[in-house]
């Protein structure tokens, strides 16, 4: 039987060191790249890498030679994960009677001997360990297990180890790239408006995590948005890219970059950064200090929709007064954007001027948004703007052919600035319908919608009544 060689006491040709890449996905997972120097003997040897994560996907292993000039062929591949631990060195000796120091009150250590009858961790589960010391049984361990030495069969690390069988001798510096579970990633965006106007500053961050169970240093980070299939083999391929991400009030030389790649969007992160095991570390990917917004309001008190039958439902329901505050802005070159928008939270901050203190007015989560699309998402209720809604009348035929509801809505500005506020109403009774004396002009916003678009003056109220009438033909 060969000796295992571990990967690290290999030299290469060239003086390059090992160089770790990640590539994150949105899924909890991600694919892990290591180049390592690699020596290869004619025949056959095996070889082991100790540095893998504790969550590898076994089966998505890919040693290779990238430049592909060195002709070999890997046999056997394999992974382990079972570190030696104290619970698993009391389990492999159970039934041995080996020693264990004992710490006494003057700081001396005295030493006894003990019998492992039941080391607590055998057949998957755990419980006290059993141990036999000077003719008594206890159910706790007497003191520090000092363990006889182990076989090189043993490991410390989780370890991935190859039977490779090579034509000739052969140093290259070789990638191994694997699938590894415990990664993951998210965008955050903070907003930041001035008290008054609506031209805000966008920084969006990007949020690691690692759980894997290993720790990477001067890692080349890429992440991935959108929803990638996990299962596809092509998710363990080499994932290039170039490119910049574009923020027109921000010049630097270390920008993070963005490409189109497959049907989804790689970003990589500018400079190498350490990310440790159960580590959360944030990076900013996008600044721009010029995007002009838009704060809108909407009342839609009523959130019936049309299912595909009549309702004649007379009964007079309640519907809430508040009115919902929208932010919303394009997502294109010209307003300082134009970069596709991984999906995230998206906070808003607003300037008080009295102190110049930031003060947060809302959050909420924006969806992928590619470039040339707008976000939109509201961020709480108006404290200063009001809706009421009423039916005034509805009749309909015994026959179930057409029927006729008059709505009254009533909408208030309460604070001293003029508002504009957006009424949506669901025509929700039956699918064919017309609108019937209108209080005041309307958009059809689709097959079940309408809207109104009223502006208010300071401490102005507005009523708007209109009547829709459905019937079995068409309108």
Known sequence: MKKIIPLSLFTAATQLS?????TIYNQNIAVVRETIPLKLEQGEISISFDQATAQVRADSVVLRDPAGKVNFTILEQGYRNDPVTEGLL???FEGTTIQFEKSLPDGTIKTVEGKIVRS?????RKSSPIIESDGKMQFALPGRPVFPALGEDSILRPTLSWKIDSEAAATLDAQLSYLSSGFNWQA????????????VSLTGWVTLTNTSGTDFKDAQIKLVAGDVNVTRPEAAAHLGFSGGMRAKSRNRENKVTEKSFDDFHIYGLPRKIDLRDQETKQVEFLRSDAVKARKVYIYEPTQNRFYGGWNFNRSNETWP???????????????GLGVPLPAGVM???????????LEFVGENRIPHTPQKESVRLQTGTSFDLVGEKLITNFKASSNEKWARESMKITVKNRSKEEKTIIIREPLWRWSNWKIENPSMKFKKVDSRTIKFSVTLAPDAVKEITYTAFYSSEPQ
């Not at 607590?120 to 998957?124: C, D, F």
């Not at 007064?321 to 307003?335: K, P, Q």
């Not at 906070?347 to 203190?357: E, K, L, Q, V």
């Open 90 to 92: 009391l389990d492999h």
């Open 188 to 199: 955050t965006y903070n907003i930041i408006a001035p008290e008054k106007g609506e031209t």
């Open 18 to 22: 090992a160089e770790t890449g990640l």
């Open 347 to 357: 906070r808003f901050y607003r300037s008080d001027n009295a102190d110049g203190n």
């Open 120 to 124: 607590g961790y055998g057949g998957g």
């Open 321 to 335: 007064s508040e009115v919902a505050t929208f932010w919303e802005f394009d997502n294109i070159r010209e307003n």
